[in-house]
């Protein structure tokens, strides 16, 4: 084992760790540790497609930071903390250009400005985009301007134990080192929890990483700090019938059409303004219904309905969607260019997450502890995120925290960290290397994808919720007894994924738990029994925290500052 010390350490190197990475290193002599489980340019955000969305007003002019709050917070189903979006909507340009100036190769306009397309629940073309692999080029261009910093050590390959605290302050982090099998203590003023989303909580269907399980948020937990809005899962309208791969909403953006089995484009029951545009939990809503009454291909688990690009024609697909292209070649077996292309809902993105207590600075409840990105719940997303908002949420917010640290870590010392404390994650370690029992990993987590899907997924109740939270606690007493079967040190990823498991667990039953008494229907979290919105009773985030290994529930207040909740039609 062997402790460093660095002024900050940010676990994450996807689009938030990269961002606020670059921020905080601008004062040369911050030492700063980027600790990343997967290699930095392998995180989620090299996944992202469509684009992301800032009010440049470059296709209409009369777009501003203003309209894009409004859609926003109104696609939140007025869940969303207005002052964080404003902020979020007025800086986002300044985002863009600056990504401009660092090489990302935006698609253009032909008068050579950033071309930008339409979204779901958004009444511009606002939506900046590099064809259909945005967050690819996107991260590549930020992993390089991390790279051109000397004051940044890479922990490539080390997986996020704990982190270190003592009740009032952060002190440090416990790692694994994958490669080696060690473990290693990295003591610091401040952290940085940038450690994605988990919606691989759905095993089966997900357009997520394998690796998006949770676990800056699960650590957070442990350790006492609330979560915010659990219960808001968002489930994306279209992903491939077979797989839950994403396709991405560009795909609706460039004006494909969305038909069940007689050819209708059934949106226009359900949205007749917006159609296939608008916001994802109503499209999925709509595409799931259909199915249930008869109109889709197929029936039970394998029934979908059909995207159809045809219309487009083979150059503007090629353009502006090849990735689309190849996945449906790839994955389902049908080129969207001549064939309609099978899809249905697959969970997608938690606007839930690790509370931040102040959008400015990104900073959690625990002193010295920061969230960035998709593992916090700043919130801007409310009950439903907007597609696009994402990137640029964790760009802006990642920008901003890094300047907090930046000026927090100047004035704060170094904590001891006790030899018994380190020694405590290494016999942790060796005691689940030895452990003996007889259930299996892969079993446990089959039954895991089957319980989110089937009892927590786009609709629930309280009888499907309220099991789901026992069968989520039986599964987690049965994680005690799954052995590692793999001995070795050197790269071992049944550790890993024994790790993992228990992060997705627990932030499973979470999510079950705070959508249990969310008696209301809003955004994502839509509830058979309650089918309306109640603004009365629920005008309000919840905040879930574990204490003595019991799940409590709180709320606060949502921020209204600009907009009174309104009905939502689209
Ligand atoms: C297929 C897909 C397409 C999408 N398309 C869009 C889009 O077009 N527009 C949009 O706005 N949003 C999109 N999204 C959402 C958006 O991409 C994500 O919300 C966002 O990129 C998350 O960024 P992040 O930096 O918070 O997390 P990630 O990019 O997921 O990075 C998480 C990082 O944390 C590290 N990490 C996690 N756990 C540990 C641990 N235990 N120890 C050490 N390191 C750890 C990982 O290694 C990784 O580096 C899409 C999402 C998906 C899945």
């Not at 050579?112 to 692999?133: C, E, L």
């Not at 629930?460 to 987690?476: F, I, M, Q, T």
Request: overall charge neutral.
């Amino acid at each position: 084992m062997f402790v460093k010390k660095y002024d900050v350490v940010i676990i994450g190197g996807g689009g938030a760790g990269l961002r606020t990475a670059i921020e905080v290193a601008r004062n040369p002599v911050l030492k700063v540790a980027l600790v990343s489980k997967v290699y930095p340019t392998r995180s989620h955000t090299g996944a992202a497609q469509g684009g992301m969305n800032a009010a440049l007003g470059n296709v209409i002019p009369d777009d501003n930071p203003k309209a894009h709050a409004y859609d926003t917070i109104k696609g939140s189903d007025f869940l969303a903390d207005q002052s964080a979006v404003f902020f979020m909507t007025e800086n986002a340009p300044e985002i863009v250009y600056e990504l401009d100036r660092w090489g990302v190769p935006f698609s253009r306009l032909e008068d050579g400005r950033i071309a930008q397309r339409p979204f779901g629940g958004a009444s511009f073309p606002r939506t900046v985009y590099a064809a259909d692999k945005t967050g690819h080029v996107l991260l590549h261009v930020l992993f390089e301007q991390a790279l051109s910093k000397d004051n940044i050590d890479f922990y490539n390959e080390f997986f996020l134990l704990d982190i270190i605290q003592n009740g009032e302050r952060v002190k440090g982090v416990s790692l694994y080192d994958i490669k080696n099998g060690e473990v290693v203590i990295l003591q610091t003023k401040a952290v940085i929890l940038a450690t994605g989303g988990f919606a691989r909580i759905y095993w089966f269907r997900s357009t997520n990483a394998v690796g998006n399980t949770g676990d800056g948020q699960a650590v957070a937990f442990r350790n006492g700090i609330p979560l915010k809005d659990m219960e808001f899962v968002q489930f994306h309208p279209t992903g491939l019938a077979k797989t839950g791969i994403l396709l991405s909403e560009a795909c609706r953006g460039e004006g494909g059409y969305l038909i069940n089995k007689f050819g209708e484009r059934f949106m226009k029951k359900y949205a007749p303004e917006k159609m296939e545009l608008a916001p994802r939990d109503m499209v999925s809503r709509a595409i799931e219904q259909e199915i249930r009454e008869g109109r889709g291909v197929g029936r039970g688990a394998k029934a979908y309905v059909y995207l159809d690009l045809k219309h487009l024609g083979e150059e503007k697909i090629n353009e502006r969607l090849p990735q689309v292209r190849q996945l449906a070649i790839d994955f389902e077996g049908v080129d969207p260019v001549k064939d309609l292309v099978p899809i249905r809902p697959t969970a997608h993105y938690c606007m839930g997450g690790i509370h931040v207590s102040n959008f400015k600075t990104s900073e959690t409840p625990l002193k010295g502890l920061y969230a960035v990105g998709e593992c916090a719940c700043v919130s801007v997303h409310g009950a439903n995120r907007l597609g696009g908002n994402s990137l640029t949420e964790i760009l802006v917010f990642g920008k901003f925290c890094g300047m907090a640290v930046r000026e927090y870590v100047e004035d704060v010392d170094y904590r001891e960290i006790p030899a018994y404390e380190i020694r405590r994650y290494e016999d942790f370690i060796s005691s689940l290397m030895k452990r003996e029992g007889n259930e299996k990993l892969a079993e446990i987590r089959s039954q895991m994808g089957e319980i989110t899907w089937s009892k927590m997924g786009i609709f629930r109740d309280e009888k499907s919720l309220s099991s789901a939270v026992e069968d989520l606690s039986e599964l987690l007493e049965r994680w005690e007894n799954i052995p590692v079967n793999d001995k070795s040190k050197i790269f071992n990823t049944n550790l890993i994924e024994l790790l993992e498991l228990r992060n997705m667990l627990e932030l499973a039953r979470a999510v079950a738990f705070a959508a249990l008494y969310r008696k209301e229907s809003r955004g994502g979290h839509s509830r058979e029994d309650y089918p309306s919105r109640d603004d009365e009773k629920f005008l309000k985030h919840s905040l879930l925290y574990y204490k003595e290994g019991k799940l409590i529930l709180e709320y606060i207040p949502v921020d209204i500052t600009e907009y009174k909740p309104a009905q939502r039609t689209y």
